[in-house]
């Protein structure tokens, strides 16, 4: 009988620590980044983000999407590795531009948000397997 109990106990003790991994699963950064729709442009590849195809409905990105289809969003697996946090914060503003060209979408979310992303967006360091070999690896920048 005692053994029951432990065996019991054990098994909910095990069904708990798992129930709580799973709410943890997702990063605050992250949550963020699909919460403002990053994803309908970007992938992260490294943290299985793939495209969302919920189309957009916010007048500013279509018009943008519209006036340059040439640029793709790149996948964001390697961020941080490629660009300081303080670059991300002010591109996400439309402070700062790639090749004078600015982001197409600028962060509606607060400075609390903002940070969380911008942090979590350094945290991506994975080099993502497709690499573009007419450049040698490097992005064009
Ligand atoms: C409407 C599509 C679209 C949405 C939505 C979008 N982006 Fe982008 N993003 C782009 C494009 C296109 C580029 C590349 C721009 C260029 O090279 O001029 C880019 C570039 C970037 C870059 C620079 C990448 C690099 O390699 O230098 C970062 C960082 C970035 N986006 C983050 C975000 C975040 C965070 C969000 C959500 C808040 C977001 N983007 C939402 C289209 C989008």
Redesign the pocket.
Same mark, same amino acid.
């Not at 640029?71 to 790149?74: D, F, N, Q, R, V």
């Given at each position: 009988m005692k053994t029951l109990i432990f065996l019991g106990l054990a098994v909910s003790f095990f069904l708990c620590s798992q129930l709580k991994a799973d709410e943890k699963k997702l990063p605050e950064g992250q949550k963020i #980044?699909l919460k403002?729709? /990053?994803n %309908? /442009? =970007?992938t992260v590849l490294a943290a299985s983000i793939g495209k969302s195809d919920k189309k957009s409905t916010d007048d500013e %990105?279509e018009a943008? $999407?519209k006036e340059n289809e040439a640029? !793709? @969003? @790149?996948d *964001?697996s390697n &961020?941080g590795n $490629?660009?300081k946090g303080e670059w991300?914060d002010l591109? *996400?503003r439309k402070k700062e531009a &790639?090749e004078g060209?600015k =982001? !197409?979408?600028r #962060?509606k979310g607060n400075k609390e948000e903002k940070t969380t *992303?911008v942090e979590w967006?350094g945290t991506l360091k994975t080099v993502p397997e497709v690499k573009d070999t007419k450049t040698d690896g490097k !992005?064009a !920048?």
């Open positions: #980044f403002y729709g /990053c %309908e /442009c =970007h %990105e943008a $999407e640029i !793709k @969003p @790149p *964001l &961020i $490629e660009k991300v591109y *996400l &790639i060209r =982001h !197409k979408k #962060f *992303l967006l !992005k !920048k």
